[in-house]
């Protein structure tokens, strides 16, 4: 399998995407998350995504030279709207402006709407929290998992992130999404002909299923039940009905160039990690090592950050067709 270093990684996505009609600054955008996401053992949002994204770009179902625009509504809420481009660089504005509105007042939000698939959702608050911040983000995905009880998706896969900074280190950052495991396990299933393990998800009859395209026609298995459906209730509210963005039943896929731009929205808050109490970060701090001291346990992204590590050092293993297919498009 062949090896990139992370800097060819991101020449590859970028001039991919480039070349498919997307302008250099987003483009450049694009390839930061995607190869960090690899480079963290996130491949269902990592490079696997180049080609799915290119072909939405030169359907016009993404914007390729889109420039998200910034309003300030409230001194403490910004309004960002990604114009139907990639979600990346609406997010990146998000996360230059946060901090220093968080440092005036304590606390600071951004609303970004008319966006796309935010990728790995612990990258932009873990960004925030290496700047001092306290960091949350909800996401709405299009339609994928139905109210419990129901048959019928209403809600996304709805993920959600944390991070907060603790001293001398990277900060601590909780990544997940609502269903039992993320639909890009599934997808990747389906690419490679495999079956998914029961649980995952269900047929478009409701039915439990281990076939990975009969899993994508149907809906997936929320995480603990109906409090996992609950929790995607509240995230379509913050990220798409606070912030003007379509709900998940009302978006289209994101991962074919089929359809109209999907719309879809993300929230982002920010707190000042000392704004309440001066020894916020120390306290984290002091939590985080009584987990650690304990054998067999270990912090939330732990493993994702020994990954990165390795990638920086050694590069990323890319498979043979999936590199062949973005040198193609």
């Known amino acids: 399998m062949p090896i990139l270093s992370l800097t060819e990684a991101h020449a590859l996505a970028a001039d991919a995407l480039v070349r498919c009609g997307t302008a250099q600054a987003p483009a450049a955008s694009v390839a930061r998350a995607l190869v960090g996401a690899e480079a ?26 889109a420039q998200p625009r910034l309003e300030r509504r409230r001194p403490g809420l910004l309004a960002i709207d990604a114009a139907h481009g990639f979600a990346y660089p609406a997010i990146d504005l998000a996360v230059e402006a946060l901090p220093d509105l968080a440092r005036q007042q304590g606390i600071a939000a951004a609303g970004i709407r008319r966006s796309h698939h935010c990728g790995a959702a612990g990258r932009p608050v873990e960004a925030l929290a290496a700047q001092g911040c306290l960091a ?25 992130a944390f991070a907060c900074p603790l001293p001398d280190r990277a900060p601590l950052v909780v990544d997940l999404a609502l269903s039992k495991v993320a639909r890009a396990n599934i997808v990747g299933a389906a690419k490679r002909g495999e079956a998914i393990p029961e649980g995952w998800a269900l047929d478009a009859e409701g039915r439990p299923t281990t076939d990975a395209k009969a899993a994508l026609a149907g809906t ?27 709900f998940a039943g009302e978006a289209s896929s994101f991962l074919d160039a089929e359809g109209d731009p999907p719309g879809t929205g993300q929230l982002i808050l920010a707190l000042d990690a000392t704004a309440l109490s001066p020894d916020g970060p120390a306290r984290f701090a002091a939590l ?23 990638a920086a050092a050694e590069g990323l293993s890319v498979p043979d067709a999936l590199l062949t297919e973005i040198r193609a498009l």
């Open 40 to 65: 963290e053992g996130l491949t269902g949002h990592g490079l696997s995504r180049v080609p799915a994204y290119g072909a939405q770009v030169r359907s016009g179902k993404v914007v390729g030279d």
């Open 136 to 160: 949350l983000l909800f996401a709405n995905t299009p339609a994928a998992m139905a109210p419990w009880g129901g048959s019928r998706a209403v809600f996304g896969t709805n993920p959600l």
């Open 220 to 246: 997936m298995v929320p995480l603990g039940d109906a409090k996992g459906t609950a929790l995607a209730l509240m995230v379509e509210l913050l990220a798409a009905g606070l912030v003007g963005a379509r």
């Open 288 to 310: 985080a090592a009584s987990i650690e001291a304990q054998d067999g346990t270990r912090l939330p992204g732990a493993r994702r950050l020994a990954l990165r590590r390795r």
